[in-house]
């Protein structure tokens, strides 16, 4: 029995006035750093945050909404995913494209991913935690669901980074100007020929 507890005492919520789901978000930050995204585990996070692994999964019910708020990002895959696969086939280019403007022309939401980006454009472990995130908890869910081949959705994430970039980043112009629907209407095209097999 740890001596920190005291004698009968079980990870838990601390007793007193403590930011619990802080602290979880705090160990989380060091454990996707240390770890990457497909190393860590809820159990790890719960270790590192002093607390049992059934108030991580309170909080946050999954690993991937561990991830999502612990890099304030402003969408659950558990939420956008679902979304993205529901509805025609053929319309699956245009979904995700507008995804993706809908989700970045608010600057509130779009500057966590930008920040992500910036990160995994400069830094080995952000790269390889945005990558593994990207591929568990988006990419392969949407893959199963539409049965199609990673390679063809990482593709497809390629095509959307970029786009993003050139946008939001690089500011190219006109594109950084140039209204959602004629970018979705350029652009979605290109994603269904990803999808379509």
């Known amino acids: ?18 930011d619990t789901r802080g602290q979880i978000l705090t160990a989380a930050r060091a454990i996707f750093a240390e770890k990457g995204f497909d190393k860590a585990t809820i159990r790890g996070i719960a270790r590192a945050a002093g607390v049992d692994p059934a108030l991580v999964h309170h909080y946050f019910d999954t690993k991937e909404g561990v991830f999502v708020a612990a890099m304030r990002l402003p969408f659950d895959p558990a939420v956008v995913v679902p979304v993205l696969v529901t509805g025609p086939r053929e319309q699956v280019g245009e979904r995700l494209v507008r995804f993706i403007l809908t989700l970045t022309a608010d600057p509130k939401a779009r500057e966590p991913v930008l920040a992500l980006i910036r990160s995994a454009v400069s830094n080995d472990q952000a790269v390889a935690m945005v990558r593994e995130f990207m591929v568990e908890a988006m990419l392969g869910r949407v893959g199963a669901a539409l049965g199609v081949p990673l390679l063809r959705l990482e593709a497809v994430f390629a095509q959307m980074f970029g786009l993003v970039m050139a946008r939001h980043i690089i500011r190219m112009e006109p594109m950084a100007s140039a209204d959602p629907e004629e970018l979705i209407a350029l652009v979605g095209p290109i994603i269904q020929r990803y999808v379509d097999p």
């Open 1 to 18: 029995m740890s001596e920190s507890r005291g004698p009968g005492r079980r990870p838990g919520r601390r007793p007193g006035v403590s």
